[in-house]
Structure formats: C-alpha cells, structure tokens
C-alpha cells in the first residue's frame, strides 16, 4: 500500500461539490483504502490515503484532474532581486509555506509547500516562478 | 512644553536632534509618558510602502531637429499623455502597454527610468510650420532628459479597508486575487507607521512639507485628489525630481486581471511640537480601525461586514462570520519600516531638516461621488419573461417551446418555479445528434444567475466572462423571475 496526500485547495474551488470529488474519484476505482486522516479548514480539504500500490498512477492522475493536488511538494522558487515584500501571495497560500518573519520579509517554506501554484500568479511583481 | 521647527532645526545642525521612529515612539511613551517623550523626542519619522495608483510623472526631452510636437507619444511601447506642449509629456502608471498589456505599465517604464535603464520613445505628429518633423523613434536614459518630476495627485492614504469577497468565483481587484466564499483577505497600509495616521489633524503636514519620496527629497504640495480627512481617508498630492530617486522604492507591479501601478515610498517627519503630537504619534496597530469590505458586491457601495484594526489584519489570520480568514497585506512593512529608519538617519545626520508648511492640510473636505445624468439601468428594467420547463418533462416538449417562443433559452424549474437548470437549442440539436431522449443528459444544472437590482453592466459582464448569452433572472428564495438575453443588452 502506499500513502498519498490529496489537497483541494479553497482557491482552486469552484464550487462546494468539488469537496466529494476528492472521494468520489477514488471510489471510482472500485478498491478498499484507509483513510489515515480527514481534514477541513479555512484553507481547504486535505485526505491522507492509503491506496494499493498498483493503483497509485491511475488514482493520481484522475485526482489531478480535477484540480485536487496530490504529493507535491516545493514546486515553486521565489526571486528576491524581483520580491518587495509586500505579502500578496500569503493569503493565497493553503499551507502557510509562505510568510512574513519576524523583520516582515517574505519567507518560503518549501517542505511546506504543496505545488498548487495559487500564488504564482497572485505576485505583482513576477517574482514567484515554477520549479 | 511646546517646541519650534527653529529650535529642532538648530538641534540637527548641532548633531543632537534625538529622532525615533513611529514604531518606536509607541513604547517611549507607554514607558516614559507623554510628557517626557515630548521633552526628549524632537522629531517622529514616518513611513509607508504600497501600490499607489495615483502616481506618474512629468518628463521633458528637449527639442528634436527638426523640432517636432508630439500628438502621440509611447514609452517602452506605453502610451503617454501628451496635451501640454511640443515636448513635454505625463506617463501615468497604470497605463498599460500596448503591447505587452497588463505585464507592463507606465509604473514599470517609471522603475526603469530610475534605474538607469534606457527608454524607447516613439512618437508622432501632425506637423506645424514651426514642428516639421512628423515622426521620431529613438532612445534616451534619465540623464538624457531635462525635467523628470515625480508627480502623484493621490498617495499616502491614512488607511485603507480591508477587501473580501462573499460571491462565488474569484474576483482580481485592485486589492489583488480575492477567493470565493471569504476564502482570503487583503489590505494595505502602514498601520503604526502610517504618515497621516501619525498627525491626523494634520498639524505639522502641507503645502512644502520636505518629504522622503522614492528614495529622494520630495515635497507635499496640497491635499490629494479624494482627500477626506472626516472619516480618516486623508491623501497627499506629492512631488519629486525623479533624478534623486532610487528603483528601491519606486516598483512597477501587475495586478493579474486588473492592471498595473506602481509602489512608492513615502515618509513624513513629523517635529513633536507640543504634548498632543507626542500622543499622536504613538498610535498603536490597535487603535488604528479601518471597514472589511466586500468586494462580491460590484457597486459603489459594497456591504462593510465589520471594523477591524491593523493589528488584527497583521496576524496573519482574521475572524470574519465566525470564521478564520487568512489575511495578508499587500503593502510592504518591512519597507515602511526601512523608509522611517532612513529619514530617521539623514535628520541625525543633519542632511534633512523640518520646514513648517506655508497651509496645513484642509479637514473638512467631503469626498463626493460622481453626479450621473444618464440613470443606471438594472437587470429588472430589460428582463423578460422566462419560457419554463418543469424537471420532469421530456425533451420534445422542450424543442417544441424553442420553436414556438422563438428563444434559445428554456429555464427548467420544479413545481414550485425554484431553478433547477437551463437547456439552449444547442443542447437539444446535441441530444438529437448523440441519440439522448433524458433531460438529464443535456440540462446544465450549475446555472450563472443573475438578479432584479443587479446594473445590467454587471450582468453583461458575467455572460462574457462565462462565454454565455442568457441569465436566468431569480430571487432571493432562487425562484424564477425571468430572464436576460444577448439580445436585450444590444
């Protein structure tokens, strides 16, 4: 077995259904699974599954589709020649993988970070470039 | 106690001016009192760092051979105003480039005047006997140029709301990306290091004010356009040789699906010259309120859910509706910060000093909204009646509606007329196409909606965003009231 992180983030909804989709998919494959841990925030629904090995590619792929990220992790680089500082990417992100420290500069947490790519676009400056 | 700008200037010559920051001041006082800090604080210093869309500036090339007088002129493929005379020009920072639309702007061609970098200038002109020349594509740098003035007839505002978004898509605003469903919150402003917020009588703040402006001297020279100092929204009309400036604090930036501006560092001295001053400038985060506003709203005056002060919005999370909201700002503090630290060190250096303004800043302009002759049409003056379907029926009925109707769009309901879908003739010409005979294979049951009060700019809005050509038009209780097509809007 093998254990995937699945993660709806809340600015990748489009609509309250889309929070079924994450079990509907998976029910989809017609297999027995544990679910090893079940949460829902103010950022969006994360699922800690524990699927057959040999489902893993199929069970990823379907998920990804729509828009559910799935084990990712430090997909993104931030420029600090381009960053200012100002903070528009943090509320966009779901894990709190970027923040301000203690002298309000932006800091990234890649191990944090989940690759939905939320806040690439949300810089005004272009500082934030996929990995 | 009372002090004079003579006296504290007298001090920074003598190299013993004793100058903090507003951040700092907040514990000076809370330790010593007012009344000492006002005896041994001569001078607060101020800052702040955000997206101030009011920005631009006046620049002067200098005359071609043959003279030429602009009608049009682009810099770096973004178009410039040109209505003063033959070589003078106004590049506002929201201006998008032609070319490169909403990636680039008049603030990033402002960011890279300042840095050195060299600037296309391509212009043209309907020629005069003393203008002959018609066009001119050519190059030039800052120091290539005669006059390059900052000039902003809004920044610095004394606060800012907090933005929010109650509707069910994600909205690009001018307070960046904000999420369906309150899923974020943005605001902008210094808080304790706010230049306004730190005299709000505007005792010490006008016209001739010496001020840190882009990294350079600048000068407030009168109150700022949308000023209204009665319920804390003051503004300053600013200037400054560009010349002087550094790109640190003068940064292009793009607001994905909203446009560009341009961030400028801003700080004010204020000289404590009383008691009253010293109180004022230590104005906590906490004291400073400001409206969450939301943006799902698209009107002039959108819902304010609650009042909320600076030091919540600086916790990284708010309380909205009983829930925690993720919030950031989207103004730099770190820099602010850097701003009041650096006004600070040229005044202890004795390379900045205080002048009283010839006019404080007025406090009882109002700031009136636009007078309108034309009414605002809504989506209940041009709806028309909706052609219904009920749930149950089958797709025969359906088609022989669009015939008879002469419509596109059937609105699907139950019993008790609550929205339940919408089916086009398209949808029925796929069905025959794909051999479907069930409603529920073609109906599109998440329908975009619209309603009675909502302007019908909002509504049109909406179709072309969805690509779509018809609202069904529903109430409160989501029961069918009508419908708005392509067809009323033309």
């Known amino acids: ?131 | 106690m009372t002090k004079t700008y003579n006296e504290i200037n007298e001090k920074i010559k003598n190299g013993d001016v004793v100058v903090v920051t507003a951040e700092q001041m907040i514990n000076i006082v809370e330790d010593q009192g007012i009344k000492v800090a006002a005896e041994e604080i001569d001078v607060v210093t101020t800052g702040t760092f955000g997206p101030m869309c009011s920005s631009g500036a006046f620049l002067n090339f200098g005359h071609a051979d043959p003279p030429i007088k602009f009608e049009h002129l682009w810099l770096n493929d973004v178009q410039a105003y040109h209505g003063n005379a033959a070589v003078d020009c106004y590049i506002g920072c929201t201006r998008l480039s032609d070319v490169k639309r909403f990636k680039y702007g008049g603030g990033h061609v402002i960011e890279d005047l300042v840095a050195g970098k060299p600037i296309r200038l391509r212009g043209n002109s309907y020629t005069t006997d003393c203008y002959p020349l018609a066009e001119i594509d050519t190059e030039f740098t800052l120091d290539e140029i005669n006059q390059a003035i900052l000039l902003n007839p809004r920044n610095a505002y004394q606060r800012y709301v907090c933005a929010v978004n109650s509707s069910d898509r994600t909205l690009y605003t001018h307070l960046g990306k904000l999420l369906p469903h309150f899923g974020n919150a943005h605001y902008a402003g210094a808080g304790c290091l706010s230049p306004l917020s730190n005299d709000p009588d505007y005792e010490t703040i006008g016209i001739g004010t010496r001020i840190f402006l882009g990294g350079g001297i600048g000068y407030i020279i009168g109150e700022g356009t949308q000023h209204s100092p009665t319920n804390q929204f003051g503004t300053l009309f600013v200037k400054g040789d560009l010349k002087q400036m550094s790109p640190e604090y003068l940064r292009g930036v793009s607001y994905e699906q909203y446009g560009t501006s341009l961030f400028v560092g801003l700080g004010i001295p204020i000289p404590i010259l009383n008691e009253g001053l010293a109180k004022k400038t230590a104005i906590s985060d906490a004291e400073l309120f400001t409206d969450i506003v939301d943006y799902g709203i698209p009107r002039r005056d959108r819902p304010k859910p609650r009042r909320i002060n600076y030091e919540e919005l600086k916790g990284e999370y708010i309380e909205l509706n009983g829930k925690k909201v993720k919030c950031s700002s989207l103004s730099s503090f770190y820099h602010a910060r850097k701003i009041a630290e650096t006004l600070k060190e040229w005044i202890q250096d004795g390379k900045f000093y205080l002048n009283p303004p010839a006019e404080t800043l007025p406090t009882d302009t109002v700031f009136k909204p636009m007078k309108q002759t034309t009414k605002i049409k809504f989506v209940k003056d041009l709806k028309r009646n909706a052609i219904i379907c009920h749930d149950d029926c089958d797709l025969k009925t359906i088609a022989e509606k669009i015939i008879d109707q002469n419509l596109n769009h059937i609105i699907i309901t139950d019993l008790e007329n609550t929205l339940k879908g919408i089916v086009t003739s398209f949808d029925v010409t796929k069905a025959i196409a794909r051999d479907k005979t069930d409603l529920n294979d073609i109906i599109t049951k998440k329908v975009i909606t619209t309603t009675d009060n909502e302007p019908i700019d909002v509504a049109t809005r909406k179709m072309k965003l969805n690509n779509i050509s018809a609202l069904p038009v529903i109430d409160e209780l989501n029961k069918v009231t009508g419908l708005i097509t392509s067809e009323e809007l033309i």
């Open chain 1, 1 to 131: 077995m093998t254990i995937i992180n699945c993660m709806l983030p809340f600015g990748l909804v489009k609509d309250f259904d889309d929070y079924s989709k994450i079990v509907n998919d998976i029910l989809k494959h017609d297999i027995t699974f544990n679910i090893l841990k079940f949460s829902t925030g103010s950022n969006g629904i994360n699922l800690l599954i524990d699927i057959p090995e040999d489902k893993t590619k199929t069970i990823t792929e379907s998920l990804k589709q729509n828009n559910i990220v799935v084990n990712k992790k430090g997909r993104v680089i931030i420029d600090d020649e381009k960053c200012i500082d100002c903070g528009a990417c943090i509320s966009l992100c779901p894990t709190d993988a970027l923040h301000l420290d203690k002298e309000e500069r932006l800091k990234f947490y890649y191990e944090k970070c989940i690759g939905c790519l939320l806040c690439l676009s949300a810089c005004p400056r272009f500082a934030i470039e996929e990995m």
